[in-house]
């Protein structure tokens, strides 16, 4: 039988996402529907621990869809880090009978929301990053809207390119992954795309660009990850000429790309998602992060995912695996070099198109 919840908390966490407000307006009419009152929680966790809280409606939630960033607000709240900060929290839940939270962000956010669950208030995580740094699921909020924005701008920098033979660098966000500059790489038929998850080869990537100027190529686009640091496509902007004879000009459109109308699939995503939150909360289940995983919405262990996640950017810590069964480990291990067969395989066919 279905646990009766009086009330579900939800909340935007981490970096802003397009699509998190379709999240927001699934979470809120999934649980209305189901006789659940809901309240925003504004501004990630400091709103839980300052109290600071809005009653949702069907109204309020109506005509958020299509608008980027986050109505709820987003901040990194510290404080919620230390057990002072999390006492707080937990008694503004039971002050105001909030029986459970849905909490959209990235990793960081879901950290939160164990600690939240381990402390008796159950929490279901949304994985909402343009980052797309979430290992334990393919696809998380707001990544394919920035994406398409980056393509967007790509596609108008290539004109400019082409009419005066350059070589377009342009950074992309996405923290330590490269997921971004992957995807946009070869939609953009970026001719070399350089991320921290694969060693780049400058040379090869110099022969490519002359070899194409030599046939009659005339504009160029190499796409850079953030994760790979500030100094790196600003230098490609110098070593490109020095080594190619071809100009270049190095692009880092930053934080225009978080925002913006959300894509169809943007807001999809984040409607299943919604309602598959509200759905496990119900059940009574906590302590989950919502995964898309091979175009189905499941869900997955908010440790596990963490580790998972650890375990992909190569930043295990002793003692981390203990936790887990030889069967969890080699689970872990096969979606890891899942991720990685993705990248080779999508590097290995950039730089065999790209032009
Ligand atoms: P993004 O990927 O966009 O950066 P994120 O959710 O990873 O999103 P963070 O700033 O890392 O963003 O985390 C968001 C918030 O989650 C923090 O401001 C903090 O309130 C909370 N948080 C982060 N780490 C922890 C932790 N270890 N324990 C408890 N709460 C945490």
Do not use: W
């Not at 009330?7 to 307006?25: E, F, H, Q, R, Y």
């Not at 108008?156 to 005066?164: F, I, M, N, Q, V």
């Not at 190095?250 to 309602?275: E, K, W, Y």
């Not at 002793?318 to 080779?344: H, N, P, Q, V, W």
């Amino acid at each position: 039988m279905e646990k009766k919840f009086r009330k579900i908390g939800i909340l935007t966490s981490g970096g802003d996402a397009p699509g998190m407000n379709a999240a927001v307006k699934s979470v809120t009419c999934s649980a209305l529907s189901r006789g659940v009152e809901v309240v925003g929680i504004i501004g990630g966790y400091a709103g839980l621990i300052n109290e600071d809280l809005r009653p949702l409606t069907k109204i309020d939630v109506c005509d958020i869809v299509s608008k980027g960033g986050t109505i709820l607000y987003s901040a990194r709240c510290k404080e919620f880090m230390y057990e002072e900060g999390m006492q707080k929290a937990i008694e503004t839940c039971k002050k105001n009978n909030i029986d459970g939270i849905v909490a959209i962000g990235g990793d960081g956010t879901f950290r939160g929301a164990t600690d939240l669950s381990i402390r008796g208030i159950p929490c279901i995580g949304i994985p909402g990053t343009i980052d797309n740094d979430v290992t334990a699921s393919d696809y998380t909020i707001g990544y394919d809207t920035a994406m398409n924005t980056i393509v967007d701008l790509g596609d108008k920098l290539r004109d400019t390119a082409e009419s005066h033979s350059r070589c377009i660098i342009i950074e992309v966000m996405g923290r330590d992954a490269g997921y971004i500059a992957l995807e946009t790489g070869m939609a953009l038929n970026a001719i070399g795309v350089a991320l921290a998850e694969i060693p780049f080869d400058k040379e090869a990537l110099y022969a490519r660009m002359k070899k194409m100027r030599e046939m009659g190529q005339h504009s160029f686009v190499v796409v850079v990850a953030e994760g790979l640091g500030a100094a790196f496509g600003e230098a490609l902007e110098k070593e490109i000429p020095e080594n190619t004879g071809i100009e270049a000009r190095f692009i880092r459109p930053a934080h225009i790309v978080r925002g913006g109308v959300p894509t169809l699939r943007d807001r999809n995503l984040a409607s299943t998602m919604g309602d598959k939150a509200v759905d496990l909360l119900l059940q009574g289940k906590s302590d989950l992060v919502i995964c898309s995983r091979n175009d189905k919405i499941t869900s997955m262990d908010i440790k596990y995912a963490l580790i998972v996640d650890r375990m992909f950017k190569n930043k295990l810590k002793d003692g981390d695996l203990d936790a887990f069964s030889a069967e969890e480990i080699e689970s872990m291990k096969a979606l890891c070099a899942e991720r990685r067969t993705y990248f080779e395989d999508m590097y290995d066919i950039i730089n065999t198109i790209g032009c």
